[in-house]
C-alpha cells in the first residue's frame, strides 16, 4: 500500500493533478504535447507517453480527447500487462454524473459490443490453432522452393521464368498475409514471439521493415477510412477518394491529375506502381530516418538471399528484372485485395463515432470460399478483422454471424460482396469520385 501511495505521488508530479473532470475538459486536450485519453472511465495524460508507444506516436493522438476503450482493447491482446504501465499516466476518472460514452455515442451498443467481445473471448476465438500458421508458412517456404527447383532443372527460358515469376509472385504475396498476422500479434500468446516471427517474414522473406509497416497499419486500424489519420486515404494527390474530398478539391480548382478520369489511370499507376516504387522508397527511407537498424539488417538478409540465389541463374541485371516483375505482381495482388474492402466505402474527415459503427462503415466483407480465404489472407472477413484485429483470421468466420447479428440489431450495415462485385466497385466508386470533383470543378 506504500508504494501506491509514492506512485500517486510520481502521478501528481508527473501530470500536475488527480482527480475527475468531465467530458468538456478532457476533449481540451487534443494539440501535440497536450493529449488526454479515457480508457473504462480512467483519464490518462499520455502527452509524453505517445513518443515511447510502440505502435507509434501518432495512433494514441489520434483518440485524444475521446473514450478510447474499443481501440485500447482491440489492440493489446495482454491488457493486463499494458494496464501495469498505464498507472503511472493516470490523472484521475470521470465525474459519476458523466456517461461513460463520449459525443453522444449510443451507449447501448457499446455495451452491447464489449458484451460480444467478452462472448467470443469465452468462446475461444482469440485462441490460434498452431497448426495453421504452421502450414500457412510451410507453403510459402514451399514456393520458393519450387521455383528455384524449377530453374534447376528446366533453365532459365521465358516460359519456366515467367511461371517462375508467378510462383514468386504468389510466395510473396502469402507472405504479407502472414506477416500482418504477426504484426497484429495474433498467433502466440507471448507477443515478444509475434515481434520476432514478424521481422523474419516481413524482413527476411519480403525485404520490408516490421516498425514501417506498425507505424502505418495501426493508424489505418484506429481510424479507417479517415482523413489526415488514416494514411491509407492519403493518395498523395494522385487520386480523390469518397465523396468530401472530390467536392473539397473541385471548389479549390486543385488539379494534380485529371481526376475525372482516375478510374482509368488507376491502372498504370496504382496496382503497378504501389509496392515496387512508392512503398519500396518509403520503406528505405523510414528505416534510415529513423534509426531502424535491426528492420534494416532484416531486410538486407532478404537482398543478400535473393541475389545468392538467382543471380547464378540470370547474372545481376536479369536477377534485378525478374526481382522487379514479382514485386509488380504482388502489387496488383495487394492493391485489389486490401482496396476492395475501403475504397468503395465511406471515407470522409474525423466524425467520432463508436468503434463498431466507425469500422463497419469503413469496411465490408468478400463471400468466404475456400479460394478467396486464401487468396485474400482471410481478408474478404474484413469487418470482423476490423473489429477484433487481434483475433488469429482462422477464426473469423465463427464472430462472423454474431457481428451481423449485432449491427441488425441496432441498423448498422454489414456488406458483404462477391469477389468480382467488390473489384468492379473499386473502379466504380473512383469513377463516381472524379466525376464529383469534375462538377464541383466546373460549377462551384
Known sequence: MGGGGQQTDRIASTNGRFGTYTWEEVQKHTKSGDQWIVVERKVYNVSQWVKRHPGGLRIIGHYAGEDATDAFNAFHPNLQLVRKYMKLLLIGELEASEPSQDRQKNGALVEDFRALRECLEAEGCFKTQPLFFILHLGHILLLEAIALMMLCYFGTGWINTAIVAVILATAQSQAGWLQHDFGHLSVFKNSRWDHLLHKFVIGHLKGASAGWWNHRHFQHHAKPNIFKKDPDVNMLNAFVVGKVQPVEYGIKKIKNL??????????????????????????????????????????????????????????????????????????????????????????????????????????????????????????????????????????????????????????????EKSLYEAFADIVRSLENSGELWLDAYLNK
Not at 265 to 271: A, E, K, Q, R, S
Not at 285 to 311: A, E, K, P
Request: charged content about 15%.
Open 258 to 415: 485529371p481526376y475525372n478520369h482516375q478510374h482509368k489511370y488507376f491502372f498504370f499507376i496504382g496496382p503497378p506502381l504501389l509496392i515496387p516504387v512508392y512503398f519500396q522508397f518509403q520503406i528505405i527511407q523510414n528505416m534510415i530516418v529513423h534509426g531502424l537498424w535491426v528492420d534494416l539488417v532484416w531486410c538486407i538478409s532478404y537482398y543478400v538471399r535473393y541475389f545468392l540465389c538467382y543471380t547464378q541463374f540470370y547474372g545481376v541485371l536479369w536477377a534485378v528484372l525478374l526481382f522487379n516483375i514479382v514485386r509488380v505482381m504482388e502489387s496488383h495482388w495487394f492493391v485489389w485485395v486490401t482496396q476492395m474492402s475501403h475504397i468503395p466505402m465511406d471515407i470522409d474527415y474525423e466524425k467520432h463515432q463508436d468503434w463498431l459503427s466507425m469500422q463497419l462503415d469503413a469496411t465490408c466483407n468478400i463471400e468466404q470460399s475456400f479460394f478467396n480465404d486464401w487468396f485474400s489472407g482471410h481478408l474478404n472477413f474484413q469487418i470482423e478483422h476490423h473489429l477484433f484485429p487481434t483475433m488469429p483470421r482462422h477464426n473469423y468466420w465463427r464472430a462472423a454471424p454474431r457481428v451481423r447479428a449485432l449491427c441488425d440489431k441496432y441498423g448498422v450495415k454489414y456488406q
